[in-house]
């Protein structure tokens, strides 16, 4: 699969695999929870670590981060605006 056709398919599935992973998450709550629980307890440093890579993951990707922020916030605003007049 070309990534044409990769990103053609993924953005032809968005609300399907959105309403899926909804669900599986409902379905699993409670099990995710128990295993975070779970490393938790068995890794004292696991927080830490786990705000480590999330500082690191926004710091490679920052610009990406921002696109997307800024372009669902001129979204909202012009659906707000919409909605005004």
Do not use: C, F, H
């Not at 890579?53 to 997307?68: F, G, Q, V």
């Amino acid at each position: 699969m070309t990534p044409e056709q990769r990103k053609e398919y993924y953005k032809k599935n968005r609300e399907a695999r959105l309403a899926y992973q909804k669900r599986y998450y409902q379905l699993y709550k409670d099990v995710i929870k128990e295993r975070e629980q779970e490393r938790r307890g068995s890794d004292p440093g696991w927080l830490a670590k786990q705000k480590e890579y999330n500082k690191k993951y926004y710091l490679k990707n920052r610009d990406r981060i921002n696109k997307k922020r800024k372009a669902r916030v001129s979204a909202d605003q012009k659906t707000s605006e919409k909605k005004r007049g």
